[in-house]
């Protein structure tokens, strides 16, 4: 086991509904990252926390957010879903930020199927 | 902005065969190279970094700053090298950003 717990694993939905997506970081990983997987456009950075701060944003749309809490679990809120939003959502930990210490430890993964 | 450029979303080779994933990247800074691995039903996971300088399940990757690569090597594929394979890319300085490529799939034909 890789120590990062994704919740759910699998969620169907509706257009227009709202989500979240719940991401445990490995035990002692300051640093969590999202991540958005499609066939078509590989693994696209959506933003990562450390210690309970934004550090850095990628492609990630206004209808989604994210926020770290103080025991450094991480929620991924996706809202008025489209069909394009169906793609699988990955989390990820690391240490933090010191040159040699970010390898990223994987999560299973987030199935968002949107209908 | 950093890239990672993976050119080949499907590569398929015989087993004994050498392999060569490809993978360029564009960063103004001085860059962390990673290459991960999806096997089929299991977790993306770290393969190699190019810090360590070391060889994984007979897997090397060298840096070459000059033409912007790290591409992924291996002298005789094997069956089980069938995967999803990311090359990734950790800016420095800062607050540091992973970038994933789009991936290669890699399929060793018996």
């Known amino acids: 086991d890789s120590g990062v717990t994704q919740t759910p694993k699998h969620l169907i939905t509706a257009t227009g509904q709202r989500v979240t997506l719940r991401c445990s970081p490995r035990s002692g990983d300051l640093s969590v990252y999202w991540y958005q997987q499609s066939l078509d456009q590989g693994l696209q950075f959506l933003i990562q926390?450390?210690?309970?701060?934004?550090?850095a944003k990628g492609n990630i749309l206004e209808r989604f957010s994210a926020q770290q809490f103080p025991d450094l679990h991480s929620e991924l809120n996706l809202s008025s879903l489209e069909l394009g939003d169906s793609a699988l959502y990955f989390c990820?930990?690391?240490?933090?930020?010191?040159?040699?210490?970010?390898?990223?430890?994987f999560g299973a993964g987030s199935r968002l199927t949107v209908l | 902005a950093q890239r990672v450029t993976q050119p080949e979303k499907l590569l398929s080779v015989f087993k004994g065969a050498p392999v060569e994933l490809k993978c360029n990247y564009s960063y103004s800074g001085s860059p962390e190279l990673f290459w991960y691995v999806q096997y089929s039903r299991q977790r993306l996971q770290l393969l190699l970094r190019h810090i360590s300088r070391e060889s994984i399940k007979g897997f090397t990757a060298d840096l070459n700053k000059g033409e912007t690569s790290f591409h992924l090597k291996k002298p005789f594929a094997q069956e089980e090298d069938s995967a999803m394979y990311y090359c990734a890319l950790r800016t420095t300085g800062g607050y540091q950003k992973v970038t994933f490529g789009i991936g290669t799939k890699l399929q060793v034909i018996p």
């Open positions: 926390y450390y210690n309970g701060e934004e550090r």
């Open positions: 990820a930990s690391s240490v933090g930020r010191q040159v040699g210490a970010n390898v990223l430890t």
